[in-house]
């Protein structure tokens, strides 16, 4: 079984920022895929950012690229999303997956994703 345990989710106005990380425990893989996904009341749950095993490919959706980056730490288990410029459209229970592959890839995709993180609310006020 592998753990991911999130942190750094809470409230903030907008133009703010925040920062997530993820910590990856148990059996991983010798190199995992990782990904941010988010889910809005009401809503399904959607794809914000992924990052493949080496770090060196990212993906972001549409409404978050150039505000959300997404980076990982191999050597501490660990991945991370600085969130800038923040506006209340990204209040959601933010996700953090992983799978474990030998390919170095980015997955979109949730169904995808073999591990959840417990997730962690953000509320952004206007």
């Known amino acids: 079984q592998v753990q991911l345990v999130e942190s750094g989710g809470g409230l903030v106005q907008t133009g703010g920022s925040l920062r997530f990380s993820c910590a990856a425990s148990g059996r991983t893989f010798s190199s995992y895929a990782m990904g941010w996904f988010r889910q809005a009341p009401g809503k399904e749950r959607e794809f914000v950012a992924a990052i493949s095993w080496s770090g060196g490919t990212t993906a972001y959706a549409d409404s978050v690229k150039g505000r959300f980056t997404i980076a990982r730490d191999n050597a501490k288990n660990t991945m991370y999303l600085q969130m800038n410029s923040l506006k209340p459209e990204d209040t959601a229970v933010y996700y953090c997956?992983?799978?474990?592959?030998?390919?170095?890839?980015?997955?979109?995709?949730?169904?995808?994703?073999?591990?959840w993180g417990q997730g962690t609310q953000v509320t952004v006020s206007s």
């Open positions: 997956a992983l799978r474990n592959t030998n390919v170095n890839v980015v997955l979109r995709a949730s169904q995808f994703y073999d591990y």
